[in-house]
């Protein structure tokens, strides 16, 4: 197998998300050129399986790879540097260093320019500029991501991507979470943003880019810290209980199955008794799920108020919920290297197409969401849980750049 060839399989494999693979291909290709001599080829393909490496979460042996190549390439030109600068981005970010990632991605911009490579020093630039806004947050990114606009050409398709960046942190308030987020270069239409935007309410509610299945993190301990998951087994597990709506408790539904339109409230209660003693539930659970009625009642007022619920309205199901983590568990899962690309897309579009059967619109999804996730967190508080989620929702409900104001529902 030729050199190319060997590199297009690699490719492909980082195409389709498969970076375990990728990184193994890189390897035999580097190992082809250092066995032909021909080690300046081997230092940027080494490089290259560093940087599949940190994809697939083995960031530490991906360190190992380019140090070792660092090294290697010390005498080397300036292509070979600006090379590794660029590639070192990538895995240090993955590793969480992110600060030290964005001043290499800057030096590969820097090396590149001198080079007059303009494509590459355009996408090394528009990555150093993303890579500031993560780890300074947007307020504290201004200044630097002047200084990265001044040093590169007006008028190329770099500049444009980063002054829009600089511009979209100048319009955010001085946080890092409950902000709308768009990804210029994420899906902005059609049937995957549409699913994407399911998942909405997490990515405002974390800052990140609500329209972008991929970043330069790596989220392996926010699903092992929250979730649980160490693996691909246990992510794969986790996924299918969102997508089949059965994650959240299920007497949420049963409850609320139980309510017919025009119901009054004592009608409501007999009906949930009435499903319980059928089936031989214990008194002390009919009791809780009783209650778990007038807990939605209070909630339900509650959303009529501060206009997540329209007057008269009702939330008839919660699995939105749990449809809006599956599209943000997809996207976690290939960011942690636990699904590749084409199996993350197919799980967001999954869950957009199930949201949109029980549901009618963005704000009914919204309500059932927010119920969701109050009944899982807030306890009947309206506290910060409540705050967060109405500010999530009122964000893109308003925001004449939120997804659910520029696409129709379903």
């Known amino acids: 197998m030729t050199y190319q060839a060997m590199l297009d399989r690699a490719r492909k494999f980082e195409r389709q998300g498969r970076a375990g693979e990728a990184a193994a291909a890189y390897a035999d290709a580097a ?17 290259r399986q560093a940087r599949a490496l940190a994809a697939a979460g083995r ?31 990538h895995v240090l970010a993955a590793a969480g260093r992110t600060s030290e990632a964005a001043r290499r991605a800057w030096a590969a911009m820097t090396g590149f320019g001198s080079l007059q490579d303009h494509r590459r020093a355009d996408a090394a630039g528009v990555h150093a ?35 829009e960046l600089l511009a979209d942190a100048e319009r955010r308030p001085d946080r890092d ?16 943003a549409a699913a994407l935007a399911v998942g909405a309410h997490l990515a405002v509610g ?35 209980r ?18 017919g339109r025009g119901t009054d409230e004592r009608t409501w209660r007999s009906a949930i008794a009435a499903w319980c003693e059928e089936r031989d539930i214990g008194r002390e659970t009919v009791r809780e799920v009783v209650e778990l009625s007038g807990t939605i009642l209070r909630y339900e007022s509650r959303f009529r108020a501060d206009g997540l619920l329209p007057p008269g309205g009702l939330v008839e199901s919660v699995y939105g919920y ?24 197919k799980c967001v579009l999954t869950a957009g197409h ?34 967060r989620s109405l500010t999530g929702h009122r964000v893109l409900a308003e925001d004449p750049s939120s997804p659910w104001r520029r696409m129709s529902w379903g």
């Open 59 to 89: 960031t530490g042996e991906a360190q190992r790879i380019l140090d070792a190549v660092e090294r290697a390439a010390a005498s080397m030109t300036g292509e070979v540097r600006a090379v590794l600068d660029a590639q070192a981005a």
């Open 322 to 345: 749990d449809f809006g983590r599956a599209v943000n568990m997809a996207r976690w899962g290939l960011n942690s290297g636990y699904c590749d690309a084409e199996e993350a897309e």
């Open 31 to 47: 190992k082809a050129m250092e066995a032909r001599g021909d080690w300046t080829s081997a230092v940027a393909v080494r490089a």
């Open 242 to 259: 969102l997508l089949d709506a059965n994650n959240s408790d299920p007497a949420i539904q049963m409850v609320l199955d139980r309510r």
């Open 129 to 163: 500029a993303r890579l500031i806004v993560r780890d300074a947050g947007p307020r504290k990114a201004l200044l630097p991501l002047r200084e990265l606009l001044a040093q590169m050409p007006p008028g190329g398709d770099g500049h444009r991507r980063v002054a």
């Open 206 to 240: 974390n800052g990140v880019a609500w329209n972008a299945l991929t970043d330069d993190g790596n989220d392996r301990e926010l699903l092992e810290r929250d979730w649980g998951i160490t693996d691909t087994a246990s992510w794969r597990e986790q996924m299918d």
């Open 354 to 387: 199930r949201a949109h059967q029980v549901y009618p619109s963005w704000e009914s999804f919204s309500a059932g969401y927010v119920l969701g996730r109050m009944l899982r967190f807030d306890d009947g508080e309206f506290g910060e849980w409540y705050e």
């Open 177 to 192: 979470h409950d902000i709308l987020v768009t990804d210029p270069d994420g899906a902005p239409w059609g049937r995957l």
